[in-house]
Nanobody
Framework: HVQLVESGGGTVQAGGSLRLSCVYS????????LAWFRQVPGKERDRVTS???????TYTESVKGRFTISEDKPKKTLYLQMGSLKPEDTATYYC?????????????????WGQGTQVTVS
């Protein structure tokens, strides 16, 4: 049973930084994709960044150079370091996972989800 538990959200001023964490458990496959999505009310859940078991990363254009995804495999923890935050980064952030090393972009392809953590940039 795969579980993902996020933490680290909060309120920060524009230009500030936050680090989100996602502890995962229950994995039994060697190939996988981990990702961060975000969603604002009334809009779709969009993928922000992803990383696979080979360490290959992707970023949506709006966060390139500001956000960094990383994984600590021994700790089974996924991180999202966010810097130079803007009000438009305000959203609920979710970590997600699916089997297979090819990281999909659509939320429907992700089988496992965390509960979400709110990030507010004022």
């Amino acid at each position: 049973h795969v579980q993902l538990v996020e933490s680290g959200g909060g309120t920060v001023q524009a230009g500030g930084s936050l680090r989100l964490s996602c502890v995962y458990s229950g994995y039994s496959y060697n190939t996988y994709c981990l990702a961060w999505f975000r969603q604002v009310p009334g809009k779709e859940r969009d993928r922000v960044t992803s990383i696979n078991n080979r360490g290959e990363q992707t970023y949506t254009e709006s966060v390139k150079g500001r956000f960094t995804i990383s994984e600590d495999k021994p700790k089974k923890t996924l991180y999202l370091q966010m810097g130079s935050l803007k009000p438009e980064d305000t959203a609920t952030y979710y970590c997600a996972a699916h089997w297979g090393a090819y990281c999909h972009t659509d939320h429907a392809s992700f089988q496992f989800w965390g509960q979400g953590t709110q990030v507010t940039v004022s």
